[in-house]
């Protein structure tokens, strides 16, 4: 019997979907107690990639050896059994379960058919002192943190014996101290013997945690390089398969007079004191770490949620917004975080969802007009350079990238003076990116305020003339478009966690 | 990055294989089958008299599938309808027998009733978002019939006036008014369906409630207007049911929600939301109609008409989870 | 005061316990307008009575818990009672205990019907019941040919088993609380009983770490059948016929205890405890109405009323909890 040096093999994979190649003769080696990085625009096929190796989806042709030997995953749980486990960007969690269920869920410890309640809560406690969690194994699932649950995930794996962990965007949801927790935790499990292989956009986990990285683009295996020889214009080339030599592209503009301004604006719970103002033309970004609290501020100013208290100004005059019909017909528009639940109707055409916010007006006092619709929509779809056939395609048919560009086109449907914009390329490819970047430059140009929320540094900085930090519900900093650094956007994200020199006095 | 300007088309290609795979074809095939059954069994069916006694046969109960459509198309239910025919009727022939108010005024007190009715579904629905439409209007489903029965207890109540019972039994020529009403108010409800800007906001609360919101839809103003629109029209069939019969049970109106949910659910209503055509709720209206009138002339059991309209309404709705049906629905557009 | 109020909070957050306390609460109510209530005979009559609609409650929270409903189970209760009944009618000779059986089988298959239509045919709960509730009270009256089944056709020794007791106990009460037992170890010590809650928590996650959603699903509407053929079987010893329109209607009674009781609707949250003290505050006021003077006509409005009122009160209560979580979050 053959000794392999690697612990998971995979040659000339091919997966095919009706239509469309997800996966083409892609190739893999991992060895035992390595952390190996898989990376590639959306779409490159790294998710089915994954779903093949923890057996969710079989190759149509291809191999995958494991510990030197041929194996054939008939499904998931073979893969478990195998000692593969993975770690999913949405928490698979049992909100209404206890820790203690939610780790042994499948492989309950079991006596004559009778749960061990006792034995199991026990081996759960065990597992959650190793990893440093402050909670308990018969804590309710549902109460914890997304960091919390995401180290049950892990104690999960763990409690399968599992030899290869896979990590879906790991630190997608995390604050800084939570991503540097996890990584520690990475690190001893790579110390332990146990291989990694985690998907990130973010360049940052790569370089710090992995050794090898692997590349997808458009299905087809790009190459697998030494971490420590490959720069950031190697990766993005690799992925993207041409130069992007200006990533941000933002224009010089000379900003108008304030169109928007919040004061002492105050949610329960969520959010306190934030004032800012944002100015014609300007792009102004909103950034912090997870749960800062920037999307519920946003919410509220557009009218899904209710203040409890302050004030926000138009223009100068005060207005009161109870819902997001009265925001929009006061100028302010909102891009969703959630392109697919919050910001598009999947089932619809493009046409139609960008017309939605607007039927009204075009209507003859409550009669469609489908023409008018139709010549709004074209317009829009294609100032935005959307990648679609008619106006009919069905929304769910579309890349991530366009899905955005589709509803950063709703947005322009009404009139509108303030557009926010949440997080507006998660999840989104290097190629759209870029695409969507020009957009919000454009946008700016043409007399729009924007605020952005984001919690990519580089896009920050990039495209923004002025920043305001968030930490923890409150505003604490602001920084011009100059001065901003990497290092202090993060200082001030995570001001009460760690400088005791700069204590706020109530 | 694409230097030229994509263009985008903004005409629809019309396919006739897509055109003629629609779920409304298969429903006028079944129609015609159902009609030619018919035929065979009574040969007076097919003259214009033979076809109106079998539409006065149920047109009463399709008032209620008539918002019933726009309940399902913005994802709700209701199986209250049924309690509330009960009620409204109930009130209204107490307020004449019991109360001696005019007869003319005892009926806009049952469109009240009926439209208060279909109000607190409503009211309940959306002051507390979090609960389902199921259980609320389960809950009211046995209050509202639980009231009737304690006005009415176990007894009936007649004795209308003579003209009340041509609100059911009279007619234009050979037109029953019945069916004029019918007529008129189902092609408003189709017209504001496909082609009013509040049709297409239903449509859009149906297909993902959520994104509606976010492109400023009130979404929980239109769910209050279909749940008191509802309650109206259950109150609507509950006059032409009691014109009918002349009296009145805390009973009547039994089987009624289940009823209106099949014939829309037939007509290709999805109770997902978001999907459906107005035209096939009213060929399924009539389908389920017909059929009934047509196992009553050959004198099929009240027990074995539940047996069939349960199955019925089982296969309607799994026919397009199946591999024949998805092919057939899938071709459907999901709107207009 | 401080201490006192802290304890209150503690106790009202065990929704259970906050039920008991209405219980009490309700009881000596009652007991004041009509001092016959809390004696023995009346208790041991509420018990009996309530039986039948804990045998129903026990297979309902497990379709509760995984997210569905059935309301196809008073017809169900009808064919399955109607079907032993014919048995015992047709054939005399058959013991007691398997024309038992047989109803208990009868009402397995409508569940697994049910379960079919719904986990495989992708029909949703609230219809595919709907139809089937018609489909068996029809089946009800056509197997019966429109007759009930009189005293003296039914078997004496069926008819005896709920008049007997077993340990002084009567048999009904035993046989609702070994159905409470059997399916509280089985809820919480079988990995069956675990993966219900599993689907009802998050089906998702369930079919993504392998669990057969459709087939717990069949399980769930299967027991629900077969405790369903359970009840029509004491139905029919208790009131010794069988008839047509048996059990109409008493599913509504049966979610009102269910949501009472705490068991959510929306899956995944529940407690037997619960569903034992939902049931009882229903059989009590099933039980109390009558000796308070109300008259049996307003029954169904009352339990109406009830569900309403549980169901929103669940929902402040909820929202109360949520805000003062919002409160303490430290900003």
Known sequence: MSVSEYVLELNGITKIFPGVKALDKVHFQLKPGEIHALMGENGAGKSTFIKVITGVHKADEGEMILDGKKVDFRGPRDAQAAGIAAIYQHVTAYPHLSVTENIFMGHEKVKFGKILWKEMNAEANEYLKNLHADFSATDEMGALSVAQQQMVEIAKALSMEARIIIMDEPTAALTQTESEQLYKITESLRDNGTSIIFISHRFEDMYRLASKVTILRDSHYIGTYNVS??????????????????LYPKPEIELGEEV???????????????????????????????????????????????????????SGKEVNIHNPTEAMKLGIGYLPEDRQHQGLILDWGIGRNITLPVIDALSNHSWLNEKKELELAKRLAEQVDTKAVTLFDKASSLSGGNQQKVVVAKLLSADLKV???????????????????????????????????????????????????????????????????????????????????????? | MAQTKRIIAAEKVFS??????????????????????????????????????????????????????????????????????????????ESYNKLGIPMGVCIVICLLVGTLCGFINGFILTKFTELFPMIVTLGTMILYRGIAVMILEDQASKNFPDWFSNIFWGKIGSVPYMLIVFIVFAAVFGIVLHKTTFGRRMYAIGSNRTASKYAGIEVQKIRLLVYTLTGLFAAVTAIFLTSRMGSTRPNIGEGYE??????????????????????????????IGFLRYGLGLINTKSEAMLIIIGSLLIVAVMFPNLKLGSLIRRKTKSHK | MEKIKSIAKSLTKSREISLVFVLIILCAAIQLKNNQFLSFANINDLLVNATIMCVLAVGMMSVLL?????????????????????????????????????????GIICGLVNGLVIAK??????????????????????????????????????????????????????????????????????RTGRKIYAVGSNAEAAQVSGINISRIKIIVYSIMGGLSGLAGALWVSKYASAQGDSGK?????????????????????????????????????????????????WQDAIKGLIIITAIILNVLTQRTLDKNNLKRREL
Not at chain 2, 33 to 61: C, D, H, P, Q
Not at chain 2, 266 to 274: C, D, H, K, Q
Not at chain 3, 122 to 138: C, D, E, K, S
């Open chain 1, 229 to 246: 020889e490959i720069t950031n214009e190697d990766l993005i080339r690799a992925m993207v398969g041409r130069e992007i030599s200006d």
């Open chain 1, 419 to 506: 557009i926010i914009m949440d997080e507006p390329t998660k999840g989104v490819d290097v190629g759209a990116k870029a695409a969507i970047y020009v957009i919000m430059g454009e946008l700016a140009k043409q007399g729009y305020a924007i605020i952005m929320v984001s919690s990519e540094m580089p896009e920050t900085l990039g495209m923004c003339d002025r920043i305001i930090v968030m930490c923890e519900g409150k505003v604490t900093g602001e920084l011009m478009r100059g001065e901003a650094t990497q290092e202090n956007i993060l200082e001030k994200a995570m001001a009460k966690s760690h400088h005791t020199t700069e204590i706020e006095v109530r």
């Open chain 1, 260 to 314: 928007l301004r919040i004061e002492n604006f105050c949610r329960t719970g969520y959010f306190k004191n934030i004032n800012f103002a944002v100015r014609k033309g300007e792009i102004l970004g909103l950034t912090g770490l997870v749960g800062a609290g920037r999307t519920e501020v946003c919410e509220t100013i557009f009218g899904i949620e209710k203040k409890t208290e302050g004030k926000v100004f138009l």
């Open chain 3, 121 to 190: 045919g992708g029909v949703i709960p609230i219809i595919a019941t709907m139809g089937f509730m018609n489909i068996f009270r029809g089946a009800t009256y056509i197997v019966s040919k429109s007759q009930w089944v009189h005293k003296e056709q039914i078997t004496p020794a069926f008819q005896d088993f709920t008049l007997n007791s077993t340990f002084g106990i009567n048999n009904m009460i035993v046989v609702a609380a070994v159905c409470f037992a059997v399916f509280a170890y089985f809820l919480k010590f079988t």
């Open chain 2, 258 to 287: 289940l009823e209106a949910i099949s014939m829309v659910v037939l007509g290709g209503v999805s109770t997902a939301g978001g999907k459906g055509r107005f035209v096939g709720a009213v060929i399924a209206i009539f389908i």
């Open chain 2, 16 to 93: 006739w294989k897509k055109f003629f795979l629609q779920w409304e074809w298969f429903l006028i095939l079944v129609f015609i089958l159902v009609n030619v059954m018919n035929m065979i069994i009574s040969r007076y069916y097919l003259s214009a008299s033979g076809l109106l006694t079998a539409t006065s046969s149920f047109l009463e109960k399709a008032f209620i599938a008539l918002p019933m459509v726009f309940v399902l198309i913005i994802g709700d239910i209701d199986i209250s309808v049924g309690s509330t025919v009960a009620l409204s009727s109930v009130i209204m022939a």
């Open chain 3, 249 to 297: 209607g008493i599913e509504m009674d049966i979610i009102a205890a269910c949501v009472i009781g705490g068991v959510s609707l929306n899956g995944g949250k529940g407690t037997m405890l619960g569903v034992v003290l939902g049931c009882l505050t229903l059989g009590i006021l099933n039980n109390a109405l009558p000796l308070i003077n109300v008259s049996s006509f």
């Open chain 3, 66 to 106: 995984i997210g569905g409903i059935d309301i196809s189970i008073g017809s169900t209760l009808a064919l399955t009672g109607m079907v032993a009944a014919l048995i015992m009618r047709d054939f005399p000779q058959t013991p007691a205990i398997v024309s038992a059986l047989i109803s208990i089988g009868v």
